[in-house]
């Protein structure tokens, strides 16, 4: 079993940054690719970044490209997400996100991943 928990959402203005961490624990040496998914309001659950497990390999969805930063320090079982430059459509609920089985490259399908955390809300104000 691996527990994911997520810290660090809150309310931002528009331009403004926030970091979001996850920190998991349980078997996290089975820990592979990590992920950051988001869910709107009336939305359906989306990819946001997602990195492998030596942390060389990442992907951003093109709503954040330029603007979020996905890291992960294994020796600290911790994923961040750096959030910059942020807008009122990021506002949503954050899920981190991880995948024990297979490689160890990073996966940006929902169904590719194995474990979820409960989430933090990110609103951003205009």
């Known amino acids: 079993q691996v527990q994911l928990e997520e810290s660090g959402g809150g309310l931002a203005q528009a331009g403004g940054s926030l970091t979001l961490t996850c920190k998991h624990s349980?078997?996290?040496?089975?820990?592979?690719?990590m992920g950051w998914f988001r869910q709107a309001q009336g939305k359906a659950r989306e990819i946001v970044a997602a990195?492998?497990?030596?942390?060389?390999?990442?992907f951003y969805a093109d709503a954040v490209k330029g603007r979020f930063t996905i890291s992960r320090d294994n020796s600290k079982n911790m994923m961040s997400l750096q959030m910059k430059s942020l807008k009122p459509e990021d506002t949503a609920v954050y899920y981190c996100?991880?995948?024990?089985?297979?490689?160890?490259?990073?996966?940006?399908?929902?169904?590719?991943?194995?474990?979820w955390g409960q989430g933090t809300q990110v609103t951003v104000s205009s």
């Open positions: 349980g078997r996290t040496t089975s820990t592979n690719g």
């Open positions: 996100a991880a995948v024990v089985r297979g490689s160890n490259q990073y996966k940006t399908q929902e169904e590719d991943y194995d474990y």
């Open positions: 990195i492998s497990w030596s942390g060389t390999s990442t």
